[in-house]
Every structure is written in structure tokens, then in C-alpha cells.
């Protein structure tokens, strides 16, 4: 499993000139799986990227976790994280999971971040066509992986 973490000041997700998520301060979470991820990988995932600390304290360094922040997630599923360019320049896709299994992961990590670790949760619309609008603040982006 792979995460892209972009932590905004707002973002949205469009579908057809139509917002369907948006949030204020937070993360933009762009969420890829692999063929060899498992719910055990998901609850990983969720778990070190709630406890993530990316935003700055009263010092300023970067020690607080966005439920300090009472911040919120726009979690959008990319299939292209597992784009393997390594031979040719067309990204080959047999390492991303099949779009019904990584489905229901991706509900799973949505379900796990807001009802767990107590972290208001968006979502995009899963296969479809989106257009992410954000105000990366930083700025500030981690990737978080997790492999068998």
C-alpha cells in the first residue's frame, strides 16, 4: 500500500464539474494497492498515518498529528501510484489491485480513519474521472508505505 500525504490548507474533489468532497485543513491522502496488500497492511497504514506528526507545535517544529490540528481527510483512490516505468515510457499497472478488491480496501482505510482514529474522512468517487483542487500548505508531502 502506498500513500502520497499532502497536508493542505483546503481541498476538494470534483466529478463532472460537480464537488463532491471537500475539505478545510488537513490531508489530501492520494492511496494506491498493490495485488499483495491485506486488511492487516490497511490497519497499518491508517494507524501511522493518524499519528503522523506534520504539523508545526508552538516551537514550529513539525510535532503535532492532525487530531491536534482537528483536522479533516480527502482521501482519493489512485491506481496510478503502482505505475512501474521502469521499462519503456508507458507505466505498466500489473502491481495495482484488481478495482473491486482495492475497492473495498479503500472503504476499509476510509472506515478505519474516521471511525477508529476519530479523523473526519472524505472520499472521491472510486474509478472515476476526478479533478483534485488543493492548497498544498508547506508545503508538506510524505510517503507512507507498507509492503508484506
Known amino acids: 500500500m502506498r500513500v502520497v500525504v499532502q497536508r493542505v490548507s483546503r481541498a ?12 478545510g485543513r488537513g490531508y489530501l491522502l492520494l492511496v494506491g494497492f498493490q495485488t499483495t496488500d491485506t486488511a492487516d497492511i490497511v490497519r497499518h497504514v491508517a494507524r501511522k498515518i493518524a499519528r503522523l506528526r506534520v504539523f508545526e507545535d508552538a516551537a514550529g517544529k513539525l510535532n503535532e498529528d492532525i487530531a491536534a ?13 503502482y505505475g512501474d516505468t521502469s521499462k519503456g515510457n508507458r507505466p505498466s499497472f500489473t502491481k495495482a489491485m484488481r478495482p473491486d478488491q482495492a475497492n473495498e480496501l479503500y472503504e476499509l482505510f476510509n472506515r478505519l480513519l474516521n471511525d477508529e482514529h476519530g479523523i ?25 508505505e507498507k509492503d508484506q
Not at 69 to 81: K, N, P, Y
Not at 120 to 144: A, R
Open 12 to 23: 476538494s474533489c470534483s466529478v463532472d464539474d460537480h464537488v463532491v468532497s471537500a475539505i
Open 69 to 81: 490540528m482537528h483536522g479533516e481527510i480527502l482521501s482519493i483512490s489512485q491506481f496510478t501510484l
Open 120 to 144: 473526519p474522512t472524505k472520499g472521491g468517487v472510486f474509478q472515476e474521472h476526478m479533478m483534485i483542487d488543493l492548497i498544498n500548505d508547506g508545503p508538506v508531502t510524505v510517503i507512507v
